[in-house]
T-cell receptor
Framework: DAGVIQSPRHEVTEMGQEVTLRCKPI?????LFWYRQTMMRGLELLIY????????DSGMPEDRFSAKMPNASFSTLKIQPSEPRDSAVYFC????????????FGPGTRLTVL | DQQVKQNSPSLSVQEGRISILNCDYT??????FLWYKKYPAEGPTFLIS?????DKNEDGRFTVFLNKSAKHLSLHIVPSQPGDSAVYFC????????????FGTGTRLTVIP
């Protein structure tokens, strides 16, 4: 099993540019989560999906952030326009309903906005 | 604002000794607690969990203790090994909303050979 796959692993962009982060969950998992990690706040849940439907997006910081899950094997997190304070590591995680609590994380995307 | 707090950013322990990582929470509705371990350039991986109906859960060298009255939990690693060197995150949830995990800021553990 390949685990959760995220791309790119590193992204450096300039302020004002659009950034798209990608995630492929573990096959068969029906929940997908997007997190952001910063030194000050640790890991914060941004949004999660169940069966491709967004369930809770209360953690999305601003309208500049959007997430989609067009099918069970792919999700994107988009920031438009990006700002320096968006610099962080963004993690995607997935889990299966049968395992109530264990979320499996991808390796993360380190985003730097100059 | 931070509902789960890990007040020690780092901890160094000699190999073979006990490592104790601490975590405090403020939300009395939390009733499920987890520890995740994270190596550099990797995502967090689940380590151990505990429900509020227990005060201790053990898995090999790892034991988590929960003190509900103090809103405090700790992770004990005995004996500590160099491979345990990682960042440890404490997380909590209200069981009914188990998808909403609240994480602390992490503690970097270094086990010195």
């Amino acid at each position: 099993d390949a685990g959760v796959i995220q791309s790119p692993r590193h992204e450096v962009t300039e302020m004002g540019q659009e950034v798209t982060l990608r995630c492929k969950p573990i096959s068969g998992h029906d929940y997908l989560f997007w997190y952001r990690q910063t030194m000050m706040r640790g890991l914060e849940l941004l949004i999660y999906f169940n069966n491709n439907v967004p369930i809770d997006d209360s953690g999305m910081p601003e309208d500049r952030f959007s997430a989609k899950m067009p099918n069970a094997s792919f999700s994107t997190l988009k920031i438009q326009p990006s700002e320096p304070r968006d610099s962080a590591v963004y993690f995607c995680a997935s889990r299966w309903t049968g395992f109530t609590d264990t979320q499996y994380f991808g390796p993360g995307t380190r985003l730097t906005v100059l | 604002d931070q509902q789960v707090k890990q007040n020690s950013p780092s901890l160094s322990v000699q190999e073979g000794r006990i490592s104790i990582l601490n975590c405090d929470y403020t939300n009395s509705m939390f009733d499920y607690f987890l520890w995740y371990k994270k190596y550099p350039a990797e995502g967090p991986t689940f380590l151990i969990s505990i429900s509020s109906i227990k005060d201790k859960n053990e898995d090999g060298r790892f034991t988590v203790f929960l003190n509900k009255s103090a809103k405090h939990l700790s992770l004990h690693i005995v004996p500590s090994q160099p491979g345990d060197s990682a960042v440890y995150f404490c997380a909590a949830s209200e069981k009914l909303r188990a998808n909403n995990l609240f994480f602390g800021t992490g503690t970097r553990l270094t086990v010195i050979p």
